[in-house]
């Protein structure tokens, strides 16, 4: 247990006023811990601040009511500069480079900090079991369900991709790893003859998109038109007839 100097007392009182008053200028959460510590005597304060300071899942807590007294960034960077904490700073990214000893950094100084934000349940980072099979899947939206629906990439691992600018990834694991089974008939194909298969040898339409096709339908059932599959007010039939036949099979329908 660490030994807790009991001169530090006025110090720490004011960090905690000064602060909360920072956040809070109507005083309100000042008052509580000012109530707190002023019904305290000097032998208690120390006891109180000694197991503050030795157990980790101690904090002070801030209260704020909805739309009536709320923080802003006004009373969030007032509160740092109080502290001399710095809210914004340059971030370096070594897997940019794969250099960690000249990682690349930010031009501009960057907001930084903790988000206080609770994972939810479905925000997992590190799947526990695997699917090895993609065979049950929803018609509807060409996505793997039931049994085989952790076999999925995730909108947080989609969100990773996009963050690390791995473009040609997301391709893939939203293209013939996906709902587009023209990508995957192709891509299947090239590897049971070449033993590989490449994106860019691949038909990718967005025509062949399972899940935007039933969004864009229910869209228009619903009496809009959007441009998820075409850009004007035409339908995805007739965009389709426009380009012709692409087979014997869809030259004699």
Do not use: C
């Not at 998820?228 to 380009?243: C, G, P, S, V």
Request: net charge neutral; charged share 25%.
């Amino acid at each position: 247990m660490a030994v807790f100097n009991k001169s530090n007392l006025p110090k720490i009182r004011n960090l905690v006023y000064g602060t909360m008053d920072k956040l809070d200028p109507s005083g309100s959460n000042s008052g509580v811990y000012k109530k707190l510590f002023g019904g305290m005597t000097e032998a208690q304060q120390v006891a109180w601040f000694t197991k503050f300071f030795d157990e980790d899942d101690q904090n002070f807590y801030f209260e704020f009511i909805p739309l009536k007294r709320e923080v802003t960034m006004t009373e969030i960077q007032a509160a740092a500069d109080f502290l001399g904490v710095p809210l914004y700073e340059f971030i370096f990214l070594p897997y940019e480079t794969g250099d960690p000893e000249n990682p690349v950094g930010t031009l501009f100084k960057v907001p930084v900090g903790y988000i206080h934000v609770r994972r939810v349940q479905q925000m997992v980072f590190k799947k526990s079991s695997m699917s090895t099979e993609i065979e049950e899947r929803d018609p509807r939206t060409g996505q793997v369900t039931n049994s085989d629906k952790n076999g999925r990439s995730s909108d947080v691992e989609n969100a990773s991709l996009m963050v690390l600018g791995a473009v040609n990834t997301a391709r893939e694991h939203m293209g013939p790893r996906a709902d587009d089974m023209v990508m995957k008939t192709e891509l299947y194909n090239h590897i049971k003859n070449f033993g590989y298969g490449e994106l860019n040898q691949l038909t990718s339409s967005v025509f062949n998109k399972t899940a935007l096709n039933t969004a864009d339908v229910l869209f228009i059932g619903a009496g809009f038109k959007t441009n998820l599959i075409t850009d004007n007010l035409e339908l995805k039939r007739t965009a389709e007839m426009k380009q012709g036949p692409k087979n014997n099979t869809d030259k004699f329908k």
